[in-house]
């Protein structure tokens, strides 16, 4: 978090929105390399929609700081050190099959550092009754758990298919 002080719920809500905007930032600038690096076709069509879904989230985010007016020019430290995490792990990795998985298992890490700060972010705009803030981060939010929902079944593979955790262990 910032090295301001925060003195209520409405600074600690624009810190945290200041942390998701500069983590969507830095989203956007490594998934295309995560999506050059997938063998599995529905991986990669699942990591390029979410590209796309994540370009929309920074620009919901631009429309709330029309409102509430957080700084743009934070560091995403958090999501740094995961992405830093991943992309050594992906590049150590020799076969395919294991290398999507540990980018199912990389994105679901983002996933999910994203559902808890959107899930926090929401709540406070709820009940700083900024009701149109808290609908825009809750679609946000719905998106975060629908994009996990697609990495796990990606990863778990269907009734007539494999999935990608299974294609990691044969190989």
Known sequence: MPATT???????LQSLLADLYATEQAIIAALPEMIDDTMDTKLHDALQEHLDTTK???SRLETINTELEFS?????????????????????????????AAIIAAAQKVEHY?????????????????NSVASLLETTLGEEKDADAKLTSIAQGGLFQKGVNEKAVEE
């Open 114 to 130: 994203e559902i808890a700060s959107y899930g926090s972010a929401a709540e406070f705009a709820r009940q700083l009754k900024f």
């Open 6 to 12: 925060i003195s209520n719920l409405t600074d600690l």
């Open 56 to 58: 929309e989230q920074l």
């Open 72 to 100: 743009t020019t934070k560091d995403a430290e958090g999501i740094d050190a995961i992405i830093h995490a991943t992309q050594q792990i992906v590049n150590a990795i020799i076969d395919s099959a294991t290398k999507d």
